[in-house]
């Protein structure tokens, strides 16, 4: 828990800033429809109840036990990942702070969306293509720099690494 702590405060601001957020527009701005951005980025909220992205398309990703269960999922990997990163050097890198503040801090609004809201408020869309939220912001945000560092140190850490690391960690919990 100790290695998680530097991280705690800015995942807990950026929950609050997602969820204030909600809050405001859920009771005073639902109707409101309006252009941010000339004719790219318009405030249209919205309250997807398909609860993915994914489960707009699909309908086993609209079920409520299966997103949890992949929200569960991806925590698990953000923060196995932060120890596997944290047994190999004693410094965070600026570009891994960012990974795991936002792609925690997504993954927490993400199941409070599901399981307080009944689905996500999304507020912003680009176009006509799809309407997103400052949590899904977070995760493209903690998506995009993954995968650049994960391009620059791909031959320090494999994912053969990744998967011992974390069966002798949960092993070695159980005993």
């Given at each position: 828990?100790?290695?998680?702590?530097?991280?705690?405060?800015?995942?807990?601001?950026?929950?609050?800033?997602?969820?204030?957020?909600?809050?405001?527009?859920?009771?005073?701005y639902m109707e409101e429809q309006f252009y941010i951005l000339k004719n790219l980025v318009k405030?249209?909220?919205?309250?997807?109840?398909?609860?993915?992205?994914?489960?707009?398309?699909?309908?086993?990703?609209?079920?409520?036990?299966?997103?949890?269960?992949?929200?569960?999922?991806?925590?698990?990997?953000?923060?196995?990942?932060?120890?596997?990163?944290?047994?190999?050097?004693?410094?965070?890198?600026?570009?891994?702070?960012?990974?795991?503040?936002?792609?925690?801090?997504?993954?927490?609004?993400?199941?409070?969306d599901k399981l307080f809201w009944g689905g996500s408020l999304d507020y912003l869309q680009i176009?006509?293509?799809?309407?997103?939220?400052?949590?899904?912001?977070?995760?493209?945000?903690a998506e995009g720099v993954f995968v650049v560092v994960g391009f620059v140190h791909s031959k320090?850490?494999?994912?053969?690494?990744?998967?011992?690391?974390?069966?002798?960690?949960?092993?070695?919990?159980?005993?």
């Amino acid at each position: 828990m100790q290695k998680f702590k530097p991280l705690m405060i800015p995942v807990l601001c950026l929950m609050l800033v997602d969820q204030i957020i909600k809050m405001v527009i859920h009771l005073a701005y639902m109707e409101e429809q309006f252009y941010i951005l000339k004719n790219l980025v318009k405030f249209s909220p919205q309250l997807n109840t398909k609860l993915s992205w994914a489960g707009n398309y699909i309908e086993i990703f609209a079920n409520p036990v299966v997103t949890i269960l992949l929200n569960l999922i991806l925590l698990f990997v953000f923060l196995s990942g932060y120890l596997l990163y944290k047994s190999k050097r004693k410094q965070t890198g600026f570009s891994i702070k960012v990974i795991m503040i936002c792609g925690i801090a997504g993954c927490l609004c993400s199941l409070i969306d599901k399981l307080f809201w009944g689905g996500s408020l999304d507020y912003l869309q680009i176009k006509d293509l799809f309407v997103f939220d400052l949590k899904d912001c977070y995760l493209t945000v903690a998506e995009g720099v993954f995968v650049v560092v994960g391009f620059v140190h791909s031959k320090e850490i494999s994912v053969k690494e990744y998967v011992s690391f974390c069966f002798h960690k949960l092993r070695k919990e159980r005993l």
